[in-house]
């Protein structure tokens, strides 16, 4: 026993002296994963419409009154018109520019006085803020002021469109064009002001492909003219309604435009969706894959969608690989990372659409809900599984 404890003596005693001015023992690596692969099918938020389920309900026969009401379960048809304030996020400056051409006129907003804008040698027209009132001036070999308008202003031409000079190039729309005081109180913005009609034959061939089949193109209408009336009744932007990015819906304006669009537009002419006697918010979305996505308004179900399977969806199915580094860097907080736990909805009715995401680190852990999870990781959406 003596002989067994004074080797174990010696071996401690060597041991620490062989590691005196050695430093710091090295630390052991994490033990968490280089990297995380994710499985999941469809794009975007899934609420409403699936843009690739109207296709493949389309080609199995479905009219497009038929498609809204399976994605737009309980509302009715009804009817709306009138004009749309479109911002123009394209146009950064705080001028408004518009190309000469026949039968151009500018209008003040303040008085209503009209001026025909028909200078002989005339190029281009431009509104610029003065104050709280707006100078017009006119380039011919050079810019040159015309004259003060009271207030804001807008161009307008009878019989055509207008090309509307943004940074990078120009854009024809349709209808007229304001400059208009910015939400922010500072410099202007460019609105563009047209009939709903007009508008829609710059949404809706920019939103889904006008060569589908036309019961889809016409639902896609019927939808965009409801979610522009819904945005417009029930906001206060102030001097415009909707924007022309996805942040409602895009709009891209003359170049935009598709005779078989124009059709399905003219086919479905001031039809919308309505619920309870008011407009629907129609959202739609390229893809719920296979499941449409639950929403806060009783028209926003969650359900199986039959249509997607044989829609050619190219986004049935995707997967994405996240680097450990690359979750690290988003949450620095949560040290080495470890381990995402993803958190389905146990509703059989959402094919398992993930409500939350732990991240999870040896220093912290971090809970996203599964929307903040897809859109900080560009995800296609929440229809989603660790591989």
Same mark, same amino acid.
């Given at each position: 026993m003596r002989l067994f404890s004074g080797t174990v003596t010696t071996l401690v005693l060597g041991l620490a002296a062989s590691l005196v001015g050695a430093g710091p023992l090295p630390v052991a690596a994490a033990a968490g994963p280089d990297e995380v692969t994710i499985v999941g099918s469809g794009w975007g938020h899934g609420r409403g419409m699936s843009q690739w389920g109207a296709r493949g309900a389309a080609a199995q026969g479905l009219s497009a009154a038929q498609i809204l009401d399976f994605y737009y379960p309980g509302t009715q048809t009804g009817r709306a018109g009138g004009s749309i304030k479109v911002l123009v996020t394209a146009d950064t400056s705080s001028n408004v520019v518009v190309q000469h051409r026949r039968k151009l006129t500018v209008r003040s907003l303040a008085t209503g006085r009209s001026w025909r804008l028909d200078k002989r040698g005339a190029k281009r027209w431009k509104l610029t803020a003065r104050g709280g009132d707006t100078?017009?001036?006119?380039?011919?070999?050079?810019?040159?002021?015309?004259?003060?308008?009271?207030?804001q202003a807008e161009f307008k031409a009878k019989g055509g469109a207008l090309r509307l000079h943004v940074p990078g190039g120009s854009v024809e729309y349709r209808g007229r064009l304001r400059s208009v005081v910015? %939400?922010?109180?500072?410099?202007?913005?460019?609105?563009?002001?047209?009939?709903?009609?007009?508008?829609?034959?710059?949404?809706?061939?920019a939103e889904m492909p006008a060569s589908w089949h036309p019961q889809a193109v016409q639902a896609q209408a019927v939808a965009a003219r409801?979610?522009?009336?819904?945005?417009? !009744?029930?906001?206060?932007?102030?001097?415009?309604?909707?924007w022309d990015t996805t942040q409602s819906q895009v709009?891209?304006?003359?170049?935009?435009?598709?005779?078989?669009?124009? %059709?399905?537009?003219?086919?479905?002419?001031?039809?919308?969706?309505?619920?309870?006697?008011?407009?629907?918010f129609t959202q739609f979305s390229s893809s719920n894959g296979g499941w449409t996505a639950r929403g806060s308004l009783p028209?926003?179900?969650?359900?199986?969608?039959?249509?997607?399977?044989?829609?050619?969806?190219?986004?049935n199915s995707w997967s994405v690989r996240l680097?450990? !580094?690359?979750?690290?860097?988003?949450?620095?907080?949560?040290?080495?990372?470890?381990?995402?736990?993803?958190?389905?909805?146990? !509703?059989?009715?959402?094919?398992?659409?993930?409500?939350?995401?732990?991240?999870?680190?040896?220093? !912290?852990?971090?809970?996203?809900t599964g929307d903040q999870f897809r859109v900080r990781f560009g995800l296609k959406s929440t229809l989603f599984r660790l591989g």
């Open positions: 100078k017009l001036s006119v380039k011919t070999k050079r810019w040159r002021k015309v004259r003060i308008i009271p207030g910015a %939400a922010d109180g500072r410099g202007r913005d460019t609105v563009n002001v047209v009939g709903l009609e007009k508008y829609l034959r710059g949404v809706v061939p409801t979610y522009a009336v819904f945005e417009r !009744d029930n906001n206060d932007r102030g001097a415009f309604d909707v709009y891209r304006g003359v170049g935009a435009e598709e005779p078989a669009a124009t %059709a399905a537009i003219k086919a479905t002419a001031g039809q919308i969706r309505t619920y309870g006697g008011a407009p629907a028209y926003q179900v969650a359900k199986a969608d039959p249509y997607e399977a044989g829609s050619g969806n190219p986004n680097a450990d !580094d690359v979750i690290e860097e988003q949450f620095p907080a949560i040290g080495d990372f470890t381990a995402l736990q993803v958190t389905p909805d146990p !509703d059989p009715n959402t094919g398992g659409r993930v409500t939350s995401v732990n991240v999870v680190g040896t220093a !912290d852990s971090v809970r996203l």
